[in-house]
């Protein structure tokens, strides 16, 4: 008996103690604070990896689907006659080091050390670049 008193007793402290949880939303669209709509906003933007004039992005709201099927068509009839052109110009074979001309483009190719080293110049704009194509030497 005095068991099942000190048992009572015991279960009737603890629920004097305890208490209800409640959630509260913290965003203010799901019935938050509205004072943490700030706070929410400027940490999202602190975390947004996109910028609206990023280049990668830019032009993609703006194309159609035909626009971007003539696109697709020009790049691969110019990649064809590029291929064509270099594979008249160079033959079958390697590629050989020497100076070759493509209406503005000045194309030198020597051969180095660590490979075969290809310079090409528009003379145009002035633009230049270099490619190395290691083990070739």
């Given at each position: 008996m005095k068991n099942l008193i000190l048992t009572i007793a015991i279960f009737s402290f603890s629920a004097l103690y305890s208490q209800q949880f409640v959630y509260k939303p913290v965003n203010p669209a799901f019935g938050g604070d509205t004072f943490n709509?700030?706070?929410?906003?400027?940490?999202?933007?602190?975390?947004?990896?996109?910028?609206?004039?990023d280049s990668r992005l830019s032009g993609f709201r703006d194309i159609n689907s035909l626009d971007s099927f003539t696109d697709s068509l020009n790049r691969q009839i110019l990649?064809?006659?590029?291929?064509?052109?270099f594979?008249?110009?160079?033959?079958?074979?390697?590629?050989?080091?020497?100076?070759?001309i493509f209406g503005s483009i000045y194309l030198e190719?020597?051969?180095?050390?660590?490979?075969?080293?290809?310079?090409?110049?528009?003379?145009?704009?002035g633009e230049q670049s270099q490619i190395v194509i290691p083990g070739g030497g």
């Open positions: 709509y700030q706070w929410l906003l400027s940490s999202a933007s602190a975390q947004n990896q996109f910028d609206e004039g990649s064809e006659l590029s291929r064509k052109l594979g008249d110009q160079f033959g079958d074979g390697d590629l050989k080091p020497g100076t070759y190719v020597i051969q180095t050390g660590q490979g075969l080293l290809i310079s090409i110049l528009n003379t145009d704009t």
